[in-house]
């Protein structure tokens, strides 16, 4: 438990200390962030607001880890993952810079990019760190086994990929106020400190130890009204982080719950999508579903705060879901 605390403490302090001088450099080499005009009209004022912010989240989480970590295949397959999706992101948010403007990368390359890191990742997890290939049930004693061989592979890489590339993009489209998706991604990386530690996984608690004390550093320039963005620099490497957790842990079904507000932002895009394409109507006013509360009239601090407050409910739910039907049935994760 020292070791997570320390990570913490480091990924922090490295993190506060840097952040005020990375962002005078992105304000003397003018990387803004460019706003949609269709969007809300209260974002326009954003427009030029350095981004890229997730840089330094990265830099206090590998510093810590530099202190604290052990030297091993766990970590550096998870470290490589996170190195994969925040590079994706890296290269995004500079396109938009270049460009100058709202968009970066194309989804089909993204979709690319991100499937071969997650055939690496696939490759490390099974071979060299020991993850199995089933799948924990809550609620059941007996694991799902996806199966012998090559198929069971096929099987767990697809589980993977959908592992990875969702919470990668559910935490991107989260990445739309001040606050909202760093706050909800250290809540729902607690929890998944707190069941790494019980698993006895410990490298995977470190990590993500160490990369809620980086958030937490960030969110003192990220919040209300903010100093920087995190890009999708800093969102892909949360979501890469979260989904290394829940795959080591076995906890892939978990995810969906203990990220809540995650997955309810991304179901609003994709019910926005299908209600237009079917029905040329719109469910709500604009999607992801934290701009329908702002064209609603609600200020930007009390949608954050109260997503904050939602999401900590989905967190302690799906902990208290992991401790009474894994934990304490002794079911094998």
């Not at 202190?67 to 970590?75: C, D, G, K, L, W």
């Amino acid at each position: 438990m020292f070791s997570v605390v320390l990570a913490a403490a480091v990924a922090f302090a490295v993190t506060i200390a840097l952040g005020s001088k990375f962002i005078e450099w992105l304000q003397v080499k003018k990387y803004g962030q460019f706003v949609r005009e269709e969007g809300p009209q209260t974002h326009l004022i954003k427009s030029g607001t350095p981004t890229m912010g997730g840089v330094v989240m990265l830099v206090g989480l590998v510093a810590a880890l530099v202190v604290v970590a052990r030297p091993n295949i766990a970590t550096f397959t998870t470290l490589l993952l996170v190195a994969a999706v925040a590079g994706i992101g890296l290269y995004d948010d500079w396109q938009k810079i270049s460009k100058k403007r709202n968009e970066g990368l194309s989804a089909r390359y993204k979709f690319l990019f991100l499937g071969l890191a997650v055939v690496v990742a696939d490759i490390l997890a099974l071979h060299y760190v020991g993850v199995t290939q089933n799948v924990v049930i809550p609620g059941l004693e007996q694991n799902l086994v996806l199966g012998p061989g090559i198929l069971g592979v096929a099987l767990f890489s697809l589980l993977m990929l959908l592992v990875i590339v969702g919470t990668t993009n559910a935490v991107n489209l989260a990445d739309g106020l001040d606050g909202l998706a760093a706050g909800a991604g250290g809540i729902s990386l607690l929890a998944y400190t707190a069941i790494a530690f019980m698993e006895r996984q410990y490298d995977v608690a470190i990590i993500c130890g160490a990369m809620v004390g980086a958030i937490i550093g960030f969110l003192w320039f990220n919040s209300h009204p903010a100093e920087v963005f995190m890009g999708d620099t800093g969102s892909l490497a949360i979501g890469g982080v979260l989904a290394a957790a829940a795959v080591f842990t076995k906890t892939e079904l978990l995810l969906p719950l203990i990220g809540g507000i995650f997955v309810l932002e991304a179901l609003s895009v994709m019910i926005q999508y299908a209600s237009f394409k079917l029905t040329r109507k719109r469910v709500f006013k604009m999607a992801p579903i934290h701009h329908h509360f702002e064209l609603s009239g609600w200020q930007e601090n009390k949608i954050v705060v109260r997503f904050w407050i939602l999401q900590s409910a989905f967190a302690t739910a799906g902990f208290m879901v992991y401790y009474v039907t894994l934990y304490q049935h002794g079911a094998s994760v």
